[in-house]
């Protein structure tokens, strides 16, 4: 199950269930006590920045599995999402020392030194996406290639075993987002690593709540185990697995960076979108639900994969008229910081979001992080 603390920060009394969400999460990922102490303070730091500089705004929290090679389990995952004034200069507000009101260069180097990764996306006049993940004490600072033999996943309790230290060129991440602030979702997502392919689905159980998150569940199960399988055999393999449940519309691509190639396979309402440099693609799925309407051909779509590539998987929680991300910047930020930019620029009060959200991205490893 994909258990998310979704903390909305509108007043000070939220700063406490900011701090208890990373001690619960941190208790999720076997974080010790000085890991969780950090993700606890990059909480609670965060939160304040979102009531000092945005007006308020939303964090989400969650344990989700190293999206790099690196030995550690599970780690913490922080996103603080405003519609805030946004930032002119992020570096400078990086940097120690700097401040604009109050405190807000301390709390965010503070941040930064003691989260394992740390991004930060800001537009003045639409706001600011922080990100911040952290480990356990084996979680090295700054392997961000993903997939070196890990599984970056949305779904707590990931544990793929054999790792495989040679990185891909790529990285892994998300969010996921449970309806009206539910403990669970009812979508999931995982990365797996089987030798030189790299296996990224993303499942929508059913409706949503317990149920739809058993079927999306089982099929994250699924796929740790049949992750080397192509995506169309895969997907026959999902149909067995989640007979019983609800059935979920589910995702899988499927990348060999090794040969440049991306295949692609879905089934149902479920949503994956390809930039290809300056423009963007849609992969289409099929009709159906897997578990219980499996379309009697799964025909898979190949396409080519470079450093211009980004991949975008996305459930129906996304309101339709999205926009894949524009700012040069998302293309090579951290993938769970472009996927909380996705979504949250996706979202109008005017047309609330009627069910989880799950968006994972997939995108090439920047040189200079490699
Ligand atoms: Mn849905």
Request: aromatic share 2%.
């Amino acid at each position: 199950m994909t258990r998310v603390w979704d903390v909305p920060v509108h007043d000070s009394t939220r700063l406490r269930d900011a701090r208890v969400a990373a001690e619960s999460a941190s208790a999720l990922a076997g974080l010790d006590r000085a890991r969780t102490d950090a993700a606890a303070l990059v909480a609670t730091e965060l939160a304040t920045n979102l009531l000092k500089h945005a007006h308020g705004g939303q964090l989400l929290v969650e344990a989700v599995s190293a999206p790099g090679g690196r030995a550690g389990g599970l780690m913490v995952q922080i996103a603080a999402v405003d519609h805030g004034p946004g930032m002119s200069d992020v570096p400078a507000a990086l940097g120690d020392g700097f401040s604009t009101a109050g405190s807000l260069g301390a709390g965010l180097g503070t941040c930064r030194r003691l989260a394992d990764d740390f991004d930060l996306h800001s537009v003045p006049g639409r706001g600011t996406v922080a990100l911040a993940r952290i480990g356990g004490a084996g979680a090295s600072r700054g392997g961000r290639d993903a997939a070196g033999g890990r599984t970056g996943s949305g779904a707590a309790g990931a544990d793929v075993a054999d790792a495989v230290d040679t990185p891909l060129g790529v990285r892994v991440g998300g969010v996921n987002v449970p309806f009206r602030g539910a403990e669970q979702s009812g979508d999931a997502w995982t990365c797996v690593r089987a030798g030189d392919l790299l296996t990224l689905m993303l499942a929508d159980g059913l409706g949503h709540g317990p149920e739809a998150a058993l079927a999306s569940t089982a099929a994250v199960e699924e796929v740790r185990c049949s992750g080397h399988l192509p995506p169309a055999e895969l997907l026959r393999r999902l149909d067995e697995a989640l007979r019983g449940t609800r059935g979920a519309a589910v995702a899988v691509a499927q990348l060999d960076p090794r040969a440049g190639r991306l295949r692609f396979c879905g089934v149902g309402n479920v949503g994956a979108r390809l930039r290809e440099g300056d423009s963007w693609r849609h992969l289409l799925s099929r009709p159906g639900i897997v578990g219980t309407h499996r379309p009697r051909t799964l025909p898979e779509t190949a396409v080519a994969w470079g450093p211009d590539r980004l991949l975008v998987l996305h459930s129906d929680g996304l309101p339709s008229r999205w926009a894949p991300p524009a700012d040069p910047r998302l293309l090579s930020a951290d993938p769970a910081l472009t996927a909380a930019v996705t979504v949250r620029d996706a979202g109008s009060s005017a047309r609330p979001v009627r069910d989880d959200t799950a968006v994972a991205v997939l995108s090439p490893t920047p040189p200079d992080r490699s």
